[in-house]
Structure formats: C-alpha cells, structure tokens
C-alpha cells in the first residue's frame, strides 16, 4: 500500500470518529459518553479511537477545535474592513448567511457550543479562548471599522453592538427544538434561512447603520 493510500485510509477513519463523537457528544455531553459508544458507532476498535485520540478529552477538544478553527477562519475573511457602504451591507449579509449554514451543516458542533457556553468545561475554556472569543472580536472590529468610515452612527457601542448581534444568531441554535416542534420550521429549509436573513439585515441596519438598507 502506497504511503499516500495509508495517509487517506488515516484520514478517513479520522473523520469518521469525528462524526461519530460530535453526535453523541452533542446528545449525551461529555461526562455520559464512552469511547466504546463512539467506536461502535463508528465502526472501529477501541484501540483505533485511543491510536489517534488517546483520551475521550482530547478527541471532545479535537471535535470542538476542528469546526471552530474553520469557522474562526471564514469569519474573519468575511469581516475584513469595508470600503464602501454596499461592502459593509455585503459582509454583514454573507456574515449571517454562513452562520444560518452552519446552523445546518454543523448541527452537533452548535449543540455542544451551546451547553459549553452556558457552563464551560476546563477542556472548551482554551477553545472559547482561542476560537470562539475571536469570533466575537472579528465583530465587534468590523463595527468599528464602519463606524470610522461613516456607515455605522458615532454613538454605537461596537461591544455592545456586536454582542447583541452575536446573541441574536446565537439563540438560533438555542430554539431548534421549538421551531421544529411548534411551528414546523426547520433550518434545512433554505427559503426559510433567506427570509430570515432579510428580517435580520432591516433589524440590525435600522439599529446600528446612517443610512436605511434600501439606500
């Protein structure tokens, strides 16, 4: 077998232990979840599962830290510094779409998010440290940014501003249940997600922005 054939066969089952451990650690928690679990259901020995993660700690971190490190990255270059006042509406547009994405891509990563940020275990403190606070601070520069170049009022408190907007998003993740259940609304339907991003943009720009979303 070639070394380039061994490193994907790796990667592959990498990935499927991965799969598997976001699952049930987003169902169980941490504290209630095996490796045994998690090597059943993903099809492998648990030998194979403390080979490349050792412990159940590292692969909740490795689990936590992959997706973050993604997102951290998207965020950032999607906030850059706008130029123009149709960039600032852009950015904020292509901001809260790839969030709502991400809502449906990566359900089980969010579910964790959600109890980690609510009481964090010693093992996400790094990975809301070095990940998460980012996120929050890519916003909250972006703010600052347009408010320099006139597109946001003077007197608007970019912490505040930005951690209004990152509450908002945030809570979608907190009412799948209640969306799903009572209202029949799913994020998997994009129609929805682009409805929603609408109402969101008239929220925010009538809030924060000089000038109305429409000009």
Do not use: W
Not at 76 to 81: D, F, G, H, R, Y
């Amino acid at each position: 077998m070639q070394p380039t054939t061994v490193h994907k066969t790796e990667k592959n089952i990498s990935d499927k232990i991965v799969e598997s451990a976001l699952s049930i650690f987003a169902r169980k928690g941490l504290s209630q979840t095996t490796l045994r679990e998690i090597a059943e259901q993903a099809s492998v020995s648990l030998s194979v599962i403390q080979y490349h993660f050792r412990t159940k700690e590292k692969l909740y971190a490795h689990c936590i830290s992959t997706t973050a490190q993604k997102r951290l990255e998207i965020v950032q270059a999607i906030l850059k510094e706008p130029a123009t006042y149709e960039e600032f509406k852009q950015q904020f547009r292509n901001y809260i779409l790839n969030y709502f994405d991400s809502l449906v891509k990566d359900r089980d990563y969010h579910r964790i998010l959600f109890f980690e940020t609510e009481r964090p275990s010693l093992i996400a403190e790094q990975v809301l440290s070095d990940y998460i606070l980012p996120v929050f601070l890519a916003m909250k520069s972006f703010i600052e940014a347009a408010k320099r170049k006139g597109f946001v009022h003077a007197h608007i408190d970019s912490y505040v501003a930005a951690e209004a907007i990152y509450g908002i998003l945030s809570n979608y993740s907190k009412g799948e249940y209640i969306r799903r259940s009572f209202f029949g609304i799913d994020m998997q339907d994009s129609e929805y997600r682009e409805i929603l991003v609408k109402h969101l943009l008239r929220f925010i720009h009538q809030g924060i922005s000089t000038r109305s979303i429409h000009s």
